[in-house]
């Protein structure tokens, strides 16, 4: 079953604009990962949070983590079309040793 | 280095047929994972394997799916009589431990049952 929601579930913005996901989670988490896939294929990681950690930052993106309302965000800056893709946020929780998926956001990237 | 691969790419199949689907982990990943994706959803667990045994099968859907891991290196994910409702793209990741490290993706392998 998917851990949570993420929202919004798709979201179309010109490029050169700033790109927000936001997930949510149900259960505690050890950590909480971030994934892109696309055309539906293999998905290919773009940061890990620790439950610990409130901020993160790699490169063009920017996540955060409050493990109060169990909630992520995920900020990619000066969007490209390239950054056209799915997103997902994936929890590691407990003794479990695999990810929990959300849903996924569709973003599409205007040139 | 060579990423995780998984073959077949794309595999079509009648309902009732025995397939298996491989997956080949990047050299020295002690850990793999199975998930199958369903359009439009994230990718849900089925199994995980730490070196040769499977750790937790727990997401397995039903006896009819079972996975093996002979040498601790390739793993081959089995699916006996398919239904139709077993379509969907199934993904194997491997990472170098189990302790919550970057899971490494391959490309999946499309299952249509017809």
């Known amino acids: 079953s998917q851990q949570g929601e993420e929202d919004p579930q798709a979201l179309s913005i010109q490029e050169g604009e700033n790109a927000t996901m936001n997930c949510s989670y149900k259960?505690?988490?050890?950590?909480l990962q971030w994934y892109r896939q696309n055309s539906g294929r293999g998905l290919v990681h773009l940061i890990l949070?620790?439950?610990?950690?409130r901020e993160k930052h790699s490169g063009r993106l920017r996540v955060t983590l409050d493990t109060s309302k169990k909630s992520s965000s995920l900020l990619i800056t000066a969007s490209r079309a390239a950054d056209t893709a799915s997103y997902f946020c994936?929890?590691?929780?407990?003794?479990?040793?695999?990810?929990?998926f959300g849903s996924g956001t569709q973003l599409t990237v205007l040139p | 280095g060579a990423g995780v691969s998984q073959t077949p790419s794309n595999k079509v199949t009648e309902k009732g047929k025995y397939v298996e689907l491989r997956c080949d982990p990047i050299?020295?990943?002690?850990?793999l994972y199975w998930y199958r994706q369903s359009l439009g959803q994230g990718p849900e667990f089925l199994i995980y394997?730490?070196?040769?045994?499977?750790?937790?099968d727990s997401g397995l859907p039903n006896d009819r799916f079972f996975a093996v891991r002979p040498e601790g290196s390739v793993s081959t994910l089995k699916i006996q009589r398919t239904e139709r409702g077993d379509s969907a793209v199934y993904l194997c990741?491997?990472?170098?431990?189990?302790?919550?490290?970057?899971?490494?993706f391959g490309p999946g392998t499309r299952l249509t049952v017809t």
């Open positions: 994936a929890t590691l929780g407990g003794s479990a040793r695999q990810l929990t």
């Open positions: 259960t505690s988490i050890n950590n």
């Open positions: 949070i620790r439950s610990n950690e």
């Open positions: 050299s020295g990943h002690t850990a």
């Open positions: 394997f730490q070196g040769t045994g499977a750790a937790d």
């Open positions: 990741a491997s990472a170098l431990g189990p302790y919550g490290n970057e899971q490494y």
